[in-house]
């Protein structure tokens, strides 16, 4: 059985270590630009980052008085895990509670974790009971199953407390709604675990590279996509199972559906919504706009649907109508072959932005149109690094290539890396907003837009038609 490490991520747990500027990247800086152009830019870039990170890194311990805050998980399984592993590298958070319903096995780990880091943290299974007993937390982190999201989160807000939730924001849009409307009614902040928002690639993307440069003109189609292999489900220790009747009490039939969730119906809503839900929330941030129809195509084409009741695969077309002109978006996501993972591609007339939360793959590719104006101008300021020339021969080959053939465009990066895990710049963004040092980068409107976006798509699967989005829609 697959551990639920290797399941039930998104994104690798272990703290990435990101990519350096090698030799490599240096001497292809200096063969084109003045040292100080796209070097001097991305190298002063990181250094500025992990300057940040580093000061920040004194541990939860050495937080400046009086500004701590009482933290606790709800919801401590594999992305719970994530999350803690990134708020450990926080300055100033004090963990004081962690409430799972699985005592016996990821809330004593976790409560073990936290004590062994001397954190005084109570474990609790009934979440309202630590709303009661523990008075003084200021900030709940929610990373239980999607169905659980709208209640969670609503009783931390109207306890007083602020929520990081993760996505999808809820498995409903009644869920949805009535956290956007919590969140309001308490004056609580509840930030949306769309953790790309506050990726600095996506951001640098966003404002330097789109917002700024125009670089890719005008977008007119963009796709992408998040293809995983064949996976078992995941598996659980027989002697920690949980007794029946504590399941039924959390709304679950069995052990196998408690750790599966995210494939049934009323607990998740399978992979466009578990995996989807991240790329789309790129779409409608990048565009500027929410989609105006969708249409998809995807079923159960592989998966046993006793245990997979949501579509293993769907494939999905977006119509935008954006100030600059229309734009259609397809994305797919399926679950029998990992070709190419994950990426999103937004494709201009002047050229092709290919980019990933990931430093391993995708971590931002750009590609200029011949007939685009030179980029000369953004290499010099160091938005993006200086043009690795494409080859139309493939080399070594005895080969004849049609006169006609085009040539690649010359393939550009963003220089912009992430050493830190890539769940903390979102977790930092909200713990900075709590101090009143920052913004929110997803709060529960933006999260309940990109939820009304997504969760369409399995309405459009069933219904087999184009469906369309009234703008009133993504507004409460
Ligand atoms: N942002 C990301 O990249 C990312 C990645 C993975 C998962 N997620 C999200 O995180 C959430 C959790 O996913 P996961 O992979 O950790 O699932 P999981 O099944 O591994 O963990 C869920 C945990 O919640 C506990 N739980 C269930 N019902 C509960 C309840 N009523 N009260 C308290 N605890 C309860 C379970 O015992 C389990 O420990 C989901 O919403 C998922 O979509 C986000």
């Not at 590609?367 to 993006?384: F, I, L, S």
Request: aromatic letters at 10%; one cysteine or more; a neutral charge.
């Amino acid at each position: 059985m697959a551990s639920e490490d290797e399941k039930g991520k998104e994104s690798a747990p272990a703290p990435p270590l990101g990519r350096r500027l090698d030799r490599r990247d240096v001497l292809l800086g200096l063969t084109t630009v003045p040292a100080l152009g796209l070097f001097g830019y991305a190298w002063v870039k990181q250094r500025g980052y992990e300057q940040q990170r580093r000061a920040a890194a004194g541990g939860a311990k050495k937080a400046p008085a009086g500004r701590e805050i009482n933290v606790a998980l709800l919801g401590a399984g594999a992305q719970g895990q994530v999350l803690l592993d990134s708020m450990l590298r926080i300055p100033g958070l004090r963990f004081r509670a962690v409430c799972d319903i699985w005592t016996e096995y990821n809330q004593k780990r976790v409560v073990n974790t936290l004590r062994k880091f001397k954190f005084e943290v109570n474990g609790y299974e009934d979440y309202r009971e630590m709303l009661d007993k523990e008075k003084d937390l200021d900030a709940v982190v929610v990373a239980s199953p999607d169905f659980w999201h709208a209640p969670h989160a609503v009783d931390c807000l109207k306890a007083g407390k602020h929520v990081y939730c993760e996505k999808e924001m809820s498995n409903t849009l009644e869920g949805a709604r009535s956290m956007v409307l919590a969140a309001r009614e308490t004056g609580k902040l509840l930030q949306i675990g769309h953790q790309r928002r506050s990726h600095p690639r996506y951001l640098h993307c966003y404002e330097k590279l789109l917002g700024e440069a125009k670089i890719l003109g005008r977008i007119v189609t963009v796709n992408g996509q998040w293809n995983r292999a064949v996976s078992p489900d995941i598996g659980y220790p027989e002697r920690y199972a949980i007794p029946a009747d504590r399941l039924k009490k959390y709304g679950f039939k069995s052990m196998e559906q408690f750790r599966n969730w995210r494939w049934y119906k009323g607990l998740g809503g399978g992979p466009i919504v578990d995996l989807g839900s991240h790329q789309i929330d790129i779409y409608n941030w990048f565009l500027g706009a929410n989609p105006s129809y969708v249409m998809a195509s995807g079923g159960n084409d592989y998966h046993d649907p006793k245990t997979h009741e949501w579509y293993d695969t769907a494939m999905v077309i977006y119509e935008f109508e954006t100030k600059e002109g229309p734009v259609r978006a397809y994305y797919q996501t399926q679950t029998t072959n990992g070709s190419q993972g994950y990426f999103e591609n937004f494709m201009g007339d002047q050229g092709t932005l290919v980019l990933s939360e990931s430093e391993a793959n995708y971590p931002g590719f750009l590609y200029r149109d011949p007939n685009a104006p030179p980029w000369d101008g953004w290499v010099q300021k160091g938005y993006v690094s200086a043009p690795k020339v494409q080859e139309a021969k493939p080399e070594g080959e005895e080969v004849t290539l049609d006169v006609r053939e085009s040539v690649s465009p010359d393939l550009h990066r963003v220089p912009v890396v992430l050493r830190d895990p890539y769940h903390q710049p979102h977790l930092e963004n909200f713990f900075d907003t709590i101090r009143g040092d920052a913004k929110l980068h997803c709060p529960a409107e933006i999260g309940y837009e990109t939820a009304v976006t997504v969760l369409k798509v399995n309405e459009a699967i069933e219904a087999r038609q184009r469906l369309s989005f009234r703008p009133e829609e993504f507004r409460i």
